[in-house]
């Protein structure tokens, strides 16, 4: 199974941005798609979750109000819209598939991650 991230790019705060991340392969049974970021000397954190079978969605609070996380029907793509950015939603930010459906915050819980996708958002 390969996840791939794409759509990110160098915005300016208060702008917005979507970011994608499509799996293809076999074999493979979702119960929850996450994104994470990790920014410039730091950890990775959780950013959102999205439950594939009731579309339940948990969000860090940093990103609360601002960012949402869905899917497409054919349950291949997993889109993140962020509006509102703010410079410290500078990160690398990487997607990832889970067989579970519980601890969606927690990286070890996903088997499955993409490349990742660079988004800046300047001041």
């Known amino acids: 199974v390969q996840l791939q991230a794409s759509g990110g790019g160098l915005v300016q705060a208060g702008d917005s941005l979507t970011l994608s991340c499509t799996a293809s392969g076999r074999g493979f049974s979702v119960y929850t798609a996450g994104w994470f970021r990790q920014a410039p000397g730091k950890g990775r954190e959780f950013v959102a979750a999205?439950?594939?079978?009731?579309?339940?969605?948990r969000y860090a609070d940093s990103v609360k109000g601002r960012f949402t996380i869905s899917r497409d029907n054919a349950k291949i793509t997993v889109f993140l819209q962020m509006n509102t950015l703010k410079p410290e939603d500078t990160a690398v930010y990487y997607c990832?598939?889970?067989?579970?459906?519980?601890?969606?915050?927690?990286?070890?819980?996903?088997?499955?991650w993409g490349q990742g996708t660079l988004v800046t958002v300047s001041s």
């Open positions: 990832a598939a889970s067989p579970y459906a519980i601890d969606v915050w927690a990286d070890w819980r996903y088997d499955y």
């Open positions: 999205l439950n594939y079978r009731d579309r339940s969605t």
